[in-house]
């Protein structure tokens, strides 16, 4: 199993981007498809993003499809997450998960495996 650990969140003005890291270890970080989730306040944690074992296929929810982008590097056990023209909405904690299989646009807490600590993210107006 994998461990996570997030990096890059911050505070950052509407409009603005930041990159979000999730470095995994262990030697099997190449077999897991990686996601990312977040938990506004207040409110429950949601599906954000996934992003397949190889990099082949990717899916984003409507709220950030066109502005943020998944990425990896199995060399680094490395996920990466770019958030672009950030928005108040989007302030949250951003957690990375891993799981053993690819579920497309149907993740669900239930399908990961392991979660990361999580990073906060704050877009001020």
């Known amino acids: 199993q994998v461990q996570l650990v997030e990096s890059g969140g911050g505070l950052v003005q509407a409009g603005g981007s930041l990159r979000l890291s999730c470095a995994a270890s262990g030697r099997t970080f190449s077999l897991y498809a990686m996601g990312w989730f977040r938990q506004a306040p207040g409110k429950e944690r949601e599906f954000v993003a996934a992003?397949?074992?190889?990099?082949?296929?990717?899916y984003y929810v409507e709220a950030v499809k066109g502005r943020f982008t998944l990425s990896r590097d199995n060399a680094k056990n490395t996920v990466y997450l770019q958030m672009n023209r950030l928005n108040r909405e989007d302030t949250a904690v951003y957690y990375c998960?891993?799981?053993?299989?690819?579920?497309?646009?149907?993740?669900?807490?239930?399908?990961?495996?392991?979660w990361g600590q999580g990073t906060l993210v704050t877009v001020s107006s």
């Open positions: 998960a891993a799981a053993k299989y690819w579920y497309g646009s149907s993740w669900s807490g239930n399908a990961v495996d392991a």
């Open positions: 992003i397949s074992s190889a990099g082949l296929a990717r």
